[in-house]
């Protein structure tokens, strides 16, 4: 079965610095890869994805992505953090790869985004 | 878009009662999926539509469970003989499939279950 893991429960940035938010998949094939953030008691918004092509993906509200195929690794990532930002955060691995249907999701990372 | 509604938000019930939740999908999408998310976890399929057909069931979607999409459009979830286990957070889903193109899965806000 295909999975994604997010070795990180929480992670805490000052407004205004980088953030990072870390996942790593592991996929029999090429992967379609997601990422996805939730707001308390609402539901998944889409972000970004990859299928194919460029590793650094731009997505939605200034985040980006970049998937490194050696280090089976696609990092979401955002220049300058907002205290709006603070959220759950979700990477996905369509399951199987290439296939219609379903995703599998990691535990998810909490962002905190201090003033 | 109206992006995908569900409802009711928010149910309560007791163990051993039955009930149903809806999902009306994005208009058009022939895709709908359900997941089903538990504190501190990230979303578990349960099962997929494609139109009216129901292609794809977990082993979480025990015989107490049944979805229906019965024209294709809205769909319905619903649990028999409520255990306190299924107490969740219940995601609908949808997508535009198209043949050969990886589609993108929109999410609606949720039913919160709670089995007293």
């Known amino acids: 079965a295909q999975s994604v893991a997010q070795p990180e429960d929480q992670v805490n940035v000052a407004e205004g610095n980088p953030l990072t938010v870390k996942c790593t998949y592991s996929?029999?094939?090429?992967?379609?890869l997601f990422w996805y953030v939730q707001y308390p008691n609402r539901g998944l918004q889409f972000l970004l994805k990859?299928?194919?092509?460029?590793?650094l993906v731009k997505g939605s509200y200034g985040f980006e992505a970049e998937f490194n195929k050696s280090q089976t690794s696609f990092h979401l990532k955002k220049p300058s953090a907002l205290v709006s930002d603070s959220a759950l955060y979700f990477c996905?691995?369509?399951?199987?790869?290439?296939?219609?249907?379903?995703?599998?999701f990691g535990a998810g990372t909490t962002v905190t985004v201090r003033a | 878009d109206t992006g995908v509604s569900q409802n009711p938000r928010h149910k309560i019930t007791k163990r051993g009662q039955n009930v149903t939740f809806r999902c009306d999908p994005i208009s058009e999408h022939n895709r709908l999926y359900w997941y089903r998310q538990t504190l501190g976890q990230g979303p578990e399929f349960l099962t997929y539509?494609?139109?009216?057909?129901?292609?794809?069931k977990s082993r979480l979607l025990s015989d107490r469970f049944s979805a229906e999409r019965p024209k294709g459009s809205f769909s319905t979830l619903e649990i028999q003989r409520t255990e306190q286990g299924d107490s969740a957070m219940y995601l609908c889903?949808?997508?535009?499939?198209?043949?050969?193109?990886?589609?993108?899965?929109?999410f609606g806000p949720g039913t919160r279950l709670t089995v007293l």
């Open positions: 996929v029999s094939g090429n992967p379609y």
């Open positions: 889903a949808s997508s535009l499939g198209l043949a050969g193109a990886p589609d993108t899965q929109y």
């Open positions: 996905a691995v369509r399951d199987p790869p290439g296939g219609d249907y379903k995703l599998s």
């Open positions: 990859y299928i194919t092509g460029d590793n």
């Open positions: 539509f494609q139109n009216e057909a129901q292609l794809e």
